[in-house]
């Protein structure tokens, strides 16, 4: 086993909320699904430590459920694994590594996430994607209230380049988190991925029985939505230095 001191799990450390709970017990759909989360966790975990020491460039994953594949038929079929077999068909052939979590929020990619990048220390030439924010948008109102700020933090921290989504969610707090993204885009510090615009037009048909996650079909259109922009990222070669 690789980087033995690389205790990173893809966990949050907080169970599922009420609401999930309450939802499992009574529809079948939703707990199929949420019993995904531990053994998709495990296996990004162990692909993560059997990849830190491989050559070639890497793909570092940074967000919630929606990069953890949770939904689709294995943990390697959500967008990640889609955008990636796609990638190397082509001939990038990318070295995954996964720190996105279940349940997590801008907080844990801020708290848990981006300190495990830089424990296994950042490359110049590594491509960074982060996909986040609605577990805080569908949270508590505090977690709400929180958003923008926190995607200010966030695009202030993320390694300089990094491709970063925006919320297509039709709400206040998402408009005001969305305008950071948008301003660090203009400042040349991210790259954007505006799922206002390049995402899903509709989800019928492409959403996992519970009806939250997309399944196969819904990531493969998340897939299509990066795609045009992580690869014009990789075509870009390793970031200007300077950046934290």
């Known amino acids: 086993m690789t980087h033995p001191g690389f205790s990173y799990d893809n966990r949050t450390g907080r169970g599922p909320g009420r609401m999930v709970r309450t939802m499992s017990a009574v529809l079948p759909g939703v707990a199929r699904v949420w019993s995904q989360v531990e053994p998709y966790a495990e296996a990004w975990r162990a692909h993560n430590l059997a990849t830190?020491?491989?050559?070639?460039?890497?793909?570092v994953v940074l967000g919630d459920s929606m990069s953890v594949g949770i939904g689709a038929t294995s943990y390697d079929a959500g967008?990640?694994?889609?955008l990636a077999a796609r990638l190397a068909v082509g001939g990038t052939d990318l070295r995954v590594v996964n720190?996105?979590?279940t349940g997590a929020g801008v907080s844990d990619v801020l708290e848990q996430q981006l300190p495990a990048l830089?424990?296994?220390g950042?490359?110049?030439d590594d491509l960074v994607t982060v996909l986040v924010g609605s577990n805080d948008l569908f949270g508590a109102r505090a977690r709400r209230d929180r958003l923008p700020d926190g995607f200010a933090a966030m695009v202030e921290r993320?390694?300089?380049g990094s491709v970063v989504a925006t919320l297509p969610q039709p709400s206040g707090a998402a408009a005001r988190a969305n305008v950071h993204v948008e301003r660090a885009a203009a400042a040349g510090r991210v790259a954007m991925v505006d799922l206002r615009v390049t995402g899903p037009s509709s989800w019928k048909g492409r959403?996992?029985?519970?009806?939250?996650h997309p399944n196969d079909a819904g990531y493969a259109a998340l897939a299509g939505a990066f795609e045009p922009?992580?690869?014009?990222r990789l075509s870009a070669g390793p970031a200007a230095s300077g950046g934290r």
């Not at 830190?52 to 793909?59: E, I, M, N």
């Not at 967008?79 to 889609?82: A, I």
Request: charged share 25%; net charge positive.
């Open 229 to 232: 922009t992580v690869r014009a």
């Open 122 to 124: 950042s490359r110049d």
């Open 118 to 120: 830089a424990e296994i």
């Open 158 to 160: 993320v390694p300089v």
């Open 207 to 212: 959403l996992a029985s519970d009806y939250f």
């Open 99 to 101: 720190l996105a979590a």
């Open 52 to 59: 830190l020491d491989r050559p070639g460039r890497r793909w």
């Open 79 to 82: 967008w990640v694994g889609q």
